[in-house]
């Protein structure tokens, strides 16, 4: 019999056998949610008196937490932490981690092929051709990327690695830094500065009740007319009625979102049925390598933290024991 329960509230990937082959060597049984509701999520930690919780991207509240006295750790198979109640965890004394370096070049990735996607109208053409129309003269007449300007927002280390590959293509950039960071070839400004002269601008900051809707109206009135808005960040970020009314009004050109709010967002409403915004399904974080590595890892916090050991990436300040 297994010493230990360990509820996972939610996946995005076809198979459990790495969860499951980490968790059973031990001594943990992996409990799998059909549901992910807050009051099915609490109802299951309650069933079966869990002893940690991994979560993907489920809403891990007070309710679902403390419907188990005996959970010691929350881990997030991801990097941000705004679906967990860090502060509930916190006061219990129940850890908190992520993996905040699994996929740092997958996001990058994904950014600079929406930027490219962006530039030369890929997915419009796509679109176009595959509906039976094959006409160049059917979208805006394109720029040279090389040369052109891209404004990070979060010069974090997700921003620096997209920073360096930009680069190489040619591009100049610039970059906002909460923390001072600073980096070779890139020009930290104020946001104002950056959303005045980007020709695309990327959101790299993380979902906080302070960012939250915080790139809106404002934000989009300062953007050039022919600049592009990326964000593989978190969708809660962006005042989504803001931007349809942006892109209404000509205020910016176009914009590539590979996450939302909320998910899955509904594609039949403004800004995500505008054919001038990319929509892809929160997929930035994926490739083979990244999952195999974030979710080892998790499942090795889970077995440390239950086994009296501190893990890795403890978020809130604690030590198991």
């Known amino acids: 019999m297994s010493k230990f329960r360990v509820l996972l509230t939610d996946f995005a990937w076809e198979d459990l056998e790495i969860e499951k082959q980490t968790l059973t060597d031990g001594g943990a049984e992996l409990i799998i949610a059909s549901e992910k509701d807050e009051d099915s999520l609490a109802a299951l930690a309650s069933q ?3 002893d940690a919780i991994m979560t993907n991207w489920a809403q891990v509240t007070e309710k679902v937490i403390s419907a188990s006295p005996n959970v010691k750790i929350v881990a997030r198979l991801g990097i941000g932490l705004d679906n967990i109640d860090m502060d509930y965890c916190t006061k219990q004394g129940i850890l908190v981690t992520n993996t905040p370096d699994y996929c740092l070049i997958e996001v990058a990735e994904h950014t ?20 039976g129309k094959y006409d160049l003269q059917a979208g805006p007449m394109m720029r040279r990327m090389e040369g052109q300007t891209l404004g990070i927002v979060g ?19 610039l970059a906002t830094s909460r923390s001072g960071k600073t980096m070779e070839g890139v020009e930290t400004v104020e946001l104002d500065r950056l959303l005045a002269e980007s020709d695309y601008v990327s959101l790299l900051i993380p979902a906080t009740p302070e960012t939250r809707k915080s790139f809106g109206a404002e934000q989009f009135r300062k953007m050039k007319p022919t600049a592009y808005l990326i964000n593989t960040a978190r969708g809660a970020i962006v005042d989504h009625d803001a931007l349809a009314a942006a892109l209404e009004a000509g205020e910016i050109a176009g914009a590539a979102l590979d996450v939302q709010d909320p998910e899955p967002c509904d594609l039949t409403i403004a800004p995500y049925n505008d054919p001038r915004v990319i929509v892809t399904p929160h997929a930035a974080f994926v490739s083979v390598e990244s999952l195999e590595n974030m979710r080892s890892r998790v499942a090795r916090q889970v077995i440390d933290c239950l086994e009296g050991k501190t893990p890795e990436n403890v978020r809130n300040g604690l030590t198991a024991g």
Not at 158 to 171: D, H, P, Q, R, V
């Open 48 to 50: 079966h008196q869990v």
């Open 112 to 131: 600079l092929a929406l930027i490219f996607a962006c530039a030369r109208k890929v997915a419009m053409y796509h679109h176009d051709t595959m509906s």
């Open 155 to 173: 010069l974090g280390n997700i921003g620096e690695i997209l920073a360096k590959k930009a680069k190489c293509l040619g591009l100049n950039v």
